[in-house]
């Protein structure tokens, strides 16, 4: 049965992210990601997620070489962790930093992460609504295709009576319009 506090963060994901339905966006790319945990806990998480970016109109020439493009992820996938399975999603904004012709890039964001069970075995989330921050790097090995590494951590933010987080090592290749 669906809780109260699940529905809460349902809603609050959907009031985030109604308004962006007016703004022109630019698909940028699309693509799938692989992550875990540290091999050296015992608490092994897994993550794995499909991924679409969208660039939007807002974007800084920072002087020197610098561009700042900011950015909309959607992200759809499963985590197992502790012999427990579940679906999640996320949305949320990222930030995107290039210098010159450099095809490496600098990547963040946060976006507010739906999780499908809040008890992976003995490790509780606390709830079902958490927060997906990143960062990393993205090596543009040709004009069309990207090749990524992320630092992710995902946490309730202690919205939550139980707030233990997990921080994941991801790996990713993707499509680039």
């Known amino acids: 049965m669906v809780s109260a506090k699940n529905w809460i963060g349902c809603l609050l994901l959907g009031m985030l992210v109604s308004p ?5 966006l630019r698909l940028e ?15 092994r998480f ?25 950015r909309l992820e959607l992200t759809g996938g499963w985590m ?6 579940a679906a999640f999603g996320t949305i949320g904004p990222g930030f ?10 600098l990547e963040a964001g946060i976006s507010p992460t ?11 989330f606390g709830t079902v609504f958490q927060f997906t921050t990143h960062g990393g790097l993205t090596w543009n090995v040709t004009r069309r295709m990207g090749v990524g590494l992320r630092f992710l951590h995902i946490s309730n933010a202690d919205i939550g009576p139980s707030n233990p987080g997990v921080n994941l090592y991801s790996v990713g290749l993707g499509w680039r319009f």
Do not use: C
Request: zero cysteines; proline letters at 4%; glycine letters at 12%.
């Open 20 to 24: 962006l339905a007016g703004f022109d």
């Open 46 to 70: 897994y993550h794995t997620e499909a991924f679409i970016n969208w660039d939007t109109p807002w974007h800084w020439e920072l002087g020197r070489g610098w561009h700042l493009q900011t």
């Open 80 to 85: 197992n962790g502790r012999g427990e399975d």
């Open 114 to 124: 739906v999780l499908g069970r809040e008890q992976f075995g003995n490790t509780d």
């Open 29 to 43: 790319s699309t693509g799938v990601r692989g992550a875990f945990s540290n091999p050296f806990n015992h608490a």
């Open 96 to 105: 995107v930093a290039s210098w010159k012709d450099l095809p490496i890039v």
